[in-house]
C-alpha cells in the first residue's frame, strides 16, 4: 500500500487555495451580475462593457457584511486582482484601488489565463456536476479501515462510471485523469493515504462546488505541508498583545511559551485531558501549554448519526466574546469536528461552551463538513465576537 508523498500533498495544497479562489470569484461574479453592479458603462465617450466600480463594490462588500471595513474589502478584492479573476479595464493598476475607476472579471470579457491547473480544475467542476445531477449509486456511505465515511465513491467504480460517460476511452486513460484531480485537489483518498487507484479503495470529492463560500475565505491560508490528522489539535492564542487578530497554530508535538499575562484559570488542572499544564511560578518563567494529543470523544460521531431526526443532540447558539487572550477553546477533528478543549475561565466557558460539543456553524457558515484547521481559521479571520451553532448529547 502506498502512501501520497509529501510534495504531491504539498502541490495539492497549492491547488486547493487556487481552485478555492475561482469558486469564490465566480459566485461572486454571479452575485455582482445579479445585483446590476456589473453592466456597460461609459466613460470620455467609451463603453467598457460588463463592468463594475472598484468603489461600488467596496460598499457592497461591507453592506453585505462580506467583509468587515474598507481595508479587508480592498485586501480582499486584492487577492481577486492576484489571482487574475479580475483586472483593470485597461490593465492600469496592478493594485486594487477603492476609487470610482472600473474593473472586470476575466471570465466577463474573455482573457481569464487557461492554463492546465485552470483546465483540470474546470474538468474536475464538470464532473462533479454530472455526478450530483445524475441518478447513479455512486457516491454513498462506505467504510475504510473500520471508519465510516459520507459521498464516497470506489475507485474502479469511478473509472466504470467515466467509461460509460464517455469521458475516457480506456481503464488507462480514466485512471489518469483521476490522478490528475487528485493531485489537482478535486478528489482525494478517504483518510488521504494512497494515490488514485485502479481498486477498491474509496475516494471523496476534495471540494464541494456547490457550498456557498463567504468571500472572507479568500484571507484563509491553507496549510501547504502535509494534512494533519483529524485528531490533531489547534491551539488558539495571541502572537502579539498590540495586535488583537494575530494568532498562531500549534502542531500536537510542539509546545509554545506565552507571556505571564495568560489567565491562571487556564494553568490550573481541568477536564480537557491535560491540554494545560500547571506552572510553578506566574512571573518569573512562561507557562508552558502541551497540546495533547488524545481525544476527548468516548467514541467517534459521524454525521449521519449527529443528523437523524430523533437523535439525541441538541443544538444550542454561543455568542462568544475574545478577550485579551482569545476565545479560550480548541477545535479538533473534522467531519464534524468538536470542542476538544475549554478553559474554565475563558470567554468561551462564559458562553457556555463545553468540551465533546459539536461544531455546526461559525457565524452563519455552515461547517459540518471542514476539518478543525478551516473551522479555526474562519475563527481567526473573522471579527473578535463569533456566534456558533453547536450540537451536545
Not at 481552485?19 to 461609459?42: S, V, Y
Not at 470620455?44 to 463592468?51: A, D, E, Q
Not at 459521524?302 to 455568542?319: F, H, I, N, V, W
Request: aromatic residues 8%; proline residues 4%; hydrophobic residues 35%.
Amino acid at each position: 500500500m502506498d502512501s501520497i508523498g509529501i510534495t504531491v500533498q504539498s502541490k495539492a495544497a497549492e491547488l486547493e487555495q487556487m481552485a478555492e479562489a475561482l469558486i469564490i470569484g465566480e459566485q461572486l461574479r454571479l452575485r455582482l451580475h445579479e445585483e446590476k453592479l456589473i453592466k456597460d458603462r461609459r466613460h470620455h465617450l467609451k463603453t467598457y462593457p460588463n463592468c463594475f466600480v472598484a468603489k461600488e463594490v467596496i460598499d457592497w462588500l461591507i453592506e453585505r457584511k462580506e467583509a468587515l471595513d474598507r481595508d479587508t474589502a480592498v485586501k480582499l478584492m486584492q487577492k481577486m486582482n492576484d489571482r487574475s479573476i479580475i483586472h483593470h479595464v485597461c490593465d492600469e493598476y496592478r493594485e486594487f484601488k477603492d476609487l470610482k475607476i472600473f474593473y472586470r472579471f476575466r471570465k466577463d470579457d474573455g482573457t481569464f489565463p487557461l492554463d492546465h491547473e485552470v483546465k483540470v480544475f474546470m474538468r474536475g467542476q464538470r464532473l462533479y456536476e454530472k455526478m450530483m445531477n445524475s441518478e447513479n449509486t455512486l457516491l454513498q456511505a462506505r467504510e475504510e479501515g473500520g471508519i465510516k465515511y459520507e459521498r464516497t465513491f470506489v475507485g474502479s467504480e469511478l473509472i466504470d462510471w467515466l467509461i460509460q460517460e464517455q469521458e475516457a476511452k480506456t481503464r488507462l486513460e480514466a485512471e489518469q485523469l483521476c490522478r490528475r484531480l487528485l493531485e489537482h485537489a478535486i478528489i482525494q483518498h478517504v483518510s488521504n493515504k494512497h494515490h488514485f487507484v485502479d481498486s477498491e479503495l474509496l475516494y471523496q470529492f476534495r471540494l464541494n462546488f456547490r457550498r456557498r463560500r463567504r468571500f472572507m475565505e479568500l484571507l484563509i491560508e491553507r496549510s501547504q505541508s502535509v494534512t494533519e490528522s483529524h485528531d490533531s489539535p489547534f491551539c488558539l492564542r495571541k502572537q502579539s498583545q498590540d495586535k488583537s487578530t494575530s494568532f498562531l497554530s500549534v502542531s500536537p508535538t510542539r509546545e509554545i511559551k506565552i507571556v505571564s499575562a495568560v489567565r491562571r484559570s487556564s494553568m490550573s488542572n481541568n477536564n480537557s485531558g491535560g491540554f494545560f499544564t500547571n506552572s510553578s511560578t506566574l512571573s518569573s518563567s512562561p507557562p508552558v501549554v502541551l497540546c495533547n494529543p488524545k481525544s476527548v470523544l468516548k467514541r467517534p460521531v459521524s454525521l449521519d448519526e449527529l443528523m437523524t431526526p430523533g437523535a439525541p443532540y441538541t443544538r444550542k447558539t454561543l455568542t462568544i466574546v475574545s478577550d485579551a487572550v482569545g476565545w479560550g477553546f480548541v477545535v479538533r477533528g473534522s467531519n464534524p469536528c468538536h470542542v476538544q478543549a475549554v478553559d474554565p475561565g475563558g470567554p468561551a466557558a462564559a458562553a457556555g461552551m463545553k468540551i465533546c460539543q459539536f461544531v455546526v456553524s461559525v457565524n452563519g457558515l455552515n461547517v459540518l463538513h471542514c476539518d478543525f484547521r478551516t473551522v479555526s481559521n474562519l475563527i481567526l479571520t473573522g471579527p473578535r465576537t463569533i456566534v456558533m451553532e453547536v450540537m451536545e448529547e
